[in-house]
């Protein structure tokens, strides 16, 4: 069977799209919250709160990919997630803001339901390779949003950002409903069956341990890109929404710049990959403290680099595990990255302003640390088993 060129671009494009509406917010936090009075302390939780509607739809939504139509199915939450952005770019107080993100994070699980559709239509000789390239699509909406968001914002406030995520996506969902195949289901099985056999998912060694470097990875990733443009906007650097935007660009190249990781994995170093990238991400950290904005740019391209490495490779291993239920799996891996990437937005605005940009760059090498150790405790769990088989 296999994708075409222009099926992996569309599939990328709406990751890219839904992604951003839930990441948008962080280069243009101190507009929010100069607009709607929220204190620098609280101001993770506009983040957190994407996220957490995010996990949400995660362990609700995802498992209908398994059940219906998923061409249908990314559609109707493409449309469902450019509601939600509508009602964050009207918000005139905090709630309807927060109720807009929460909404517009739950259907923007259909990240998730195109990865594990693209992965479905692929050979498995070209798995890694679809998945390196939609993911990539991801990448381009987590950090391509702070260069575009911080653009817009300049010209027509942040809630023009909002807007125009809410015509993208809508816009998206037709595309998707003219250029995918039909995908049809298999008949007799239950959302009840589905979402059981999720749970079970959790006592399975490569999908638990896969879970927690995710859980760890992003919350590293969420220290970085959620508590970033508070010691940009202030003094000494005092940068524009704008400026601060272009370090996207900046993590995007680093991202890219890994996508070859699907294909390393294709040959069979996934596990290697990992723990190479894992050292990467904790050492990214040393440059990102220090108080120059070079050291800074230096580290943010290596970290965004090692998380994009990591996040391909364990996808990779887990469809490849798991052919028969890619969407299952793919949402039970993720409900791991929504928990770390809101536990990084909630906790890195608070060591902010407790320590300073030190204490976030503490917390986020911290969090590389322990991915590192779950990977290390894994292949260690591996080694053993190997020797154990007769």
């Known amino acids: 069977m296999g994708l075409t060129t222009g099926r992996r671009t569309v599939f990328a494009a709406v990751c890219a799209v839904a992604v951003a509406s839930i990441y948008a917010a962080q280069p243009v936090l101190a507009r929010i919250g100069a607009d709607l009075r929220v204190p620098d302390a609280a101001l993770g939780w506009i983040v957190a709160a994407g996220q957490l509607g995010y996990l949400a739809g995660l362990a609700a939504l995802v498992p209908l990919g398994d059940l219906v139509d998923r061409r249908k199915l990314i559609a109707a939450h493409l449309l469902l997630t450019a509601v939600g952005t509508g009602l964050a770019a009207v918000a005139g107080q905090t709630w309807l803001l927060l109720t807009g993100l929460v909404l517009a994070g739950l259907f923007a699980v259909v990240v998730q339901t195109t990865v594990a559709y693209a992965a479905a239509l692929s050979t498995p000789d070209e798995r890694g390779r679809t998945l390196g390239v939609v993911t990539s699509g991801v990448v381009l909406g987590i950090l391509g949003a702070r260069v575009a968001a911080g653009a817009l914002a300049e010209l027509w406030g942040w809630r023009g950002v909002?807007?125009?995520?809410?015509?993208?996506?809508?816009?998206?969902?037709?595309?998707?409903?003219?250029?995918?195949?039909?995908?049809?289901?298999?008949?007799?099985?239950?959302?009840?069956?589905?979402?059981?056999?999720?749970?079970?998912?959790?006592?399975?060694?490569?999908?638990?341990?896969?879970?927690?470097?995710?859980?760890?990875?992003?919350?590293?990733?969420?220290?970085?890109?959620?508590?970033?443009?508070?010691?940009?906007?202030?003094?000494?650097?005092?940068?524009?929404?704008?400026?601060?935007?272009?370090?996207?660009?900046?993590?995007?190249?680093?991202?890219?710049?890994?996508?070859?990781?699907?294909?390393?994995?294709?040959?069979?170093?996934?596990?290697?990959?990992?723990?190479?990238?894992?050292?990467?991400?904790?050492?990214?950290?040393?440059?990102?403290?220090?108080?120059?904005?070079?050291?800074?740019?230096?580290?943010?391209?290596?970290?965004?680099?090692?998380?994009?490495?990591?996040?391909?490779?364990?996808?990779?291993?887990?469809?490849?595990?798991?052919?028969?239920?890619?969407?299952?799996?793919?949402?039970?891996?993720?409900?791991?990255?929504?928990?770390?990437?809101?536990?990084?937005?909630?906790?890195?605005?608070?060591?902010?302003?407790?320590?300073?940009?030190?204490?976030?760059?503490?917390?986020?090498?911290?969090?590389?640390?322990?991915?590192?150790?779950?990977?290390?405790?894994?292949?260690?769990?591996?080694?053993?088993?190997?020797?154990?088989?007769?």
């Open 162 to 390: 909002y807007v125009v995520l809410a015509v993208l996506l809508a816009t998206l969902a037709g595309l998707v409903l003219r250029t995918m195949p039909p995908d049809p289901r298999r008949e007799g099985t239950t959302y009840r069956q589905v979402a059981t056999s999720l749970g079970g998912l959790f006592r399975e060694p490569l999908f638990l341990s896969r879970g927690l470097i995710a859980f760890f990875l992003f919350a590293s990733f969420g220290t970085l890109w959620s508590g970033l443009s508070l010691p940009l906007a202030a003094a000494p650097w005092n940068l524009g929404t704008a400026q601060i935007g272009l370090f996207g660009l900046v993590g995007l190249a680093g991202a890219l710049g890994a996508a070859r990781a699907g294909r390393w994995a294709d040959r069979g170093h996934a596990s290697l990959v990992t723990g190479g990238a894992l050292v990467l991400l904790a050492a990214s950290w040393l440059a990102i403290g220090q108080p120059s904005l070079w050291l800074l740019a230096l580290g943010v391209l290596v970290l965004d680099f090692a998380v994009q490495a990591v996040h391909v490779s364990n996808q990779h291993l887990l469809t490849a595990a798991r052919p028969d239920r890619t969407s299952s799996v793919i949402g039970g891996y993720m409900i791991f990255y929504s928990l770390g990437s809101a536990l990084g937005a909630a906790t890195t605005t608070t060591a902010f302003a407790a320590a300073g940009w030190t204490g976030s760059a503490v917390l986020g090498a911290a969090f590389a640390g322990c991915a590192f150790a779950v990977w290390a405790w894994a292949r260690a769990g591996a080694r053993r088993q190997l020797l154990r088989t007769p």
